[in-house]
């Protein structure tokens, strides 16, 4: 647990809510009578479905059952506004479950980030398709390495111990970074919301396999990624955050893939990061991103 | 005036006020009771020297004196918190007087905007230190035109010339575009929060005279350009936005100044957009801006 | 035609062959013994095809038959390595043909860079499938205006007389600046490279009608446009030019629009310029654009 | 030795000369006749000073004394141009010195690109005034380590360790991966052209010390980082390449620190791509990049 003060916690207030009056007011009057002072307030009223969303963080005196207290609190003001909400202690990391393939350039990036405390996350683990030594100049901390390679035949019943440790581990959140494997329908559907993958192209232009050589054979001049949420329908996903880069007609394939890595990592890194400072909130089949 | 339900109005508040518990519960709290409907809201809250910033839109039922009974509650409120604060009738343009020299594409770009009903400001002048005639491509729609040429032994004189105008035009902003005399410091004072310049440089660099001349000469690999606040500092005035471009060691003087036209309208149209839709608030010698 | 030395010509010569050793070294000795001096070259290797492309700007000492006299030379050249080829007098502007419907900022800012000789192009004629007081706020500096209104019923009969306009007129260019008529296949074909198309979307997403709605029911984070060559294939034909601009979930598809509107006349105008100084070289269905 | 076939090598030849009409005809006389195909070919014409320069890249068939060959024949052309010519075997990695103090990101950044072949490096050393255990974290793969700390006593001494490291390592380019040591201006000289730095800033704005904490005092709405060439004269060296991203008035100086990482690392690696695929050329105080 890391606390700016030992005195006062952070935390972050997200919900959504039909649209009507009196909805700040009434969180802003109820966490003032619990003492918290809000630091960051973000909000957006989705018009088309008159529907409210908003984002809170606020520091409030630490003491024994705060977060119970807090959330005793919300729940009333939940069923007044027949809320969705979540409230998460800032001084938690994340824990996060990363899934890779062959490509390890997002992973080592991801870990670096969270060692010199860049994210705030914990990996419970790493589980890959490929066997350990395929990350040989990885160092990994001791963080639980899971080799479960995936056949037709075995998905089911692979996916199956991905789901144990998923839940055994304790994760809150499944980063599929640059994970080649497609998760099925069932799979995705149980992870709703918590599973971010990174596509290597600029959605909806080119899903499906090898984005960069599409993206040459129909000569484009930008090429992009996009780091969405995990749905059953393939990149189709809610999108977190895209990027793009500028290329000319003298890249080959190649080039867009080495360019595209660093579109990649920072487009996932972001993403994760706006998950777990919970900045990225559903929207049906959109995100909101109280961006900083 | 263009309301959006003949029923409602739309409102902006800007504020800003030491930080303290309770502002957000007692705006929102006080807004409610008002019976306005708040569609959107920001607030910043700036650490190093515990100031509130906030803007808040609102819809609220039309009635006759509905701008005075919102401006006593709110001043209630002021008194309370210490706010500094801005009420803004959304449904009025913000009238602006364009000030301009040789290069048109600044004003021709605004006044675009304006005609298309992008930008809602009413232009209530424009004044140039170059004759009526150097304009003829432009269609000036009836706007007022000032030829108020300056020489050194004229300044004091026609500084007081444009500023009966923008008196009695009433006019709300003065927009240098590409205005080329420098305001003096007695004029840079009374026009404070209320002009804005578009400087043709990525300041803090090239400041001053020739600014693509000079980044030609240091051999930068982007160019860009400011729009900022006038202050008596030249070139120092508080930033409300930037942009950039590419540009290569291929690019000449003339190339970079072509370039730069793109750059310089997009930055000083979105400044000013910021501006008369109070996203662009002053916080020392930088601006808060809630951007969409 | 505008000479920037009296005693001068600039030509700029493009050209596309089979790749084999000698080329660079044949066009180089011949220019040379014309007593050219080249001031830009840039050529590609397309490797896949075993197809080179080349671009040279050269000063030539002015003479009666100059042209024909490079031209004569270039032929020979031609021969012998199965080029093909163009030979552009850069002092005679580029006849261009404007097409367009009711959104005009495409147009307006074309006719804008034009009026200040920052794109070396003549318009010769502005069509439209509006009447003409569509436009009555914008100046047209006596440019020939033709109301061409299509329906299912007059479209063959319509683009015979576009076609006749072409011709006549001496156009070497069509630009369909936010022109909202599909043309035919047949029609397309026969203004195949010389038509340049704006769309508003960063294709392949988001193709055919309304994409800012399109991009708005996806929740993408950027937006896009896509200067391209017109083909028979609707949003398909050969990328010259594309960028984007970020968006965020607060924006309507009616911000969408507005932001896309500085991203398209930019794209356009970038596609234009390329075009004009045979910087944009058709290889199937992709460009190559030597850039500057 | 990396050969795309055992029977061709690639080289690389750049030149730089005054401008005099025939370069070009020569030089692709005499590589056509050495029995070289060039694959690249760039070519600038710096008018203000009337001095040439190119870089191209081509294919020969392999045999014994190839580059002796190759260097004679390019000898005599020089002669004739007054050239200053590099000669670069594309098959030999090129050896770099890098050097860091505490903040590592670079470094690791470098290190990776090198590991995943995308960077044609070989490390033949890492300097740091930190001791080894400072990157205890980070995998060095057997590249030697030098612990060199400084004082303003032992600047001197120091240097001349670094410089005797740079020789005997073979190093031809040194990186100051975020090396927080200014090298005097004698070290400075001797590894002119050779010598390449990352700025925290977009220079010229911000030089010098904790540019992100005056960028945020100034209030600037995008930050940036600038790889250059050392000079004697502290962040005025050529610029080789430069990005920037953009930035809020929500974001802390810690913020920017953060955001700027991202900048500085995928800057100081194209700059350093730029350098060994011999793109980047000194052109007095500024660099011509033949960027891909």
Not at 90 to 102: D, G, I, N, T
Not at 229 to 254: C, M, N
Not at 261 to 281: F, T
Request: aromatic fraction near 10%; charge should be negative.
């Amino acid at each position: 647990m890391i606390r700016l003060s030992p005195a006062h916690a952070t935390f972050t207030l997200t919900l959504s809510c039909p649209n009507r009056p009196g909805i700040v007011a009434g969180i802003g009057m109820k966490l003032y009578e619990l003492g918290a002072n809000i630091t960051e307030a973000q909000q957006f009223d989705y018009a088309e479905e008159q529907r409210f969303f908003m984002r809170i963080v606020f520091d409030i005196p630490l003491s024994d059952a705060i977060e119970q207290t807090l959330s005793d609190a919300i729940a009333i003001l939940s069923d007044e506004f027949a809320m969705e909400w979540t409230l998460t202690d800032m001084a938690r990391p994340h824990k996060v479950l990363l899934m890779v393939s062959k490509f390890d350039h997002c992973l080592v990036d991801l870990l670096y980030r969270w060692r010199i405390g860049e994210l705030a996350i914990e990996p419970v683990g790493i589980i890959s398709n490929h066997p350990q030594d395929t990350y040989a100049d990885i160092e990994f901390y001791g963080i639980p390495f899971h080799h479960l390679p995936i056949t037709k035949d075995t998905k089911a019943e692979q996916e199956g111990r991905i789901w144990d440790i998923f839940q055994s581990s304790g994760a809150e959140l499944m980063v599929l970074a640059r994970y080649m494997q497609i998760l099925s329908n069932e799979f995705s559907r149980k992870l709703a919301g918590r599973c971010i993958n990174i596509h290597h192209s600029f959605l909806p232009g080119f899903k499906g396999a090898r984005p960069y050589h599409q993206a040459f054979a129909r000569g484009v001049k930008l090429i992009g990624a996009t780091a969405h949420y995990v749905t059953s329908d393939l990149d189709e996903g809610p999108i977190i955050e895209q990027d793009v880069e500028r290329i000319s007609h003298a890249d080959t394939p190649e080039d867009l893939i080495r360019k595209g890595r660093d579109i990649e990592r920072r487009v996932l890194a972001r993403a994760v990061r706006y998950h777990i400072e919970r900045r990225a909130l559903l929207n049906g089949n959109k995100t909101i991103v109280f961006s900083d």
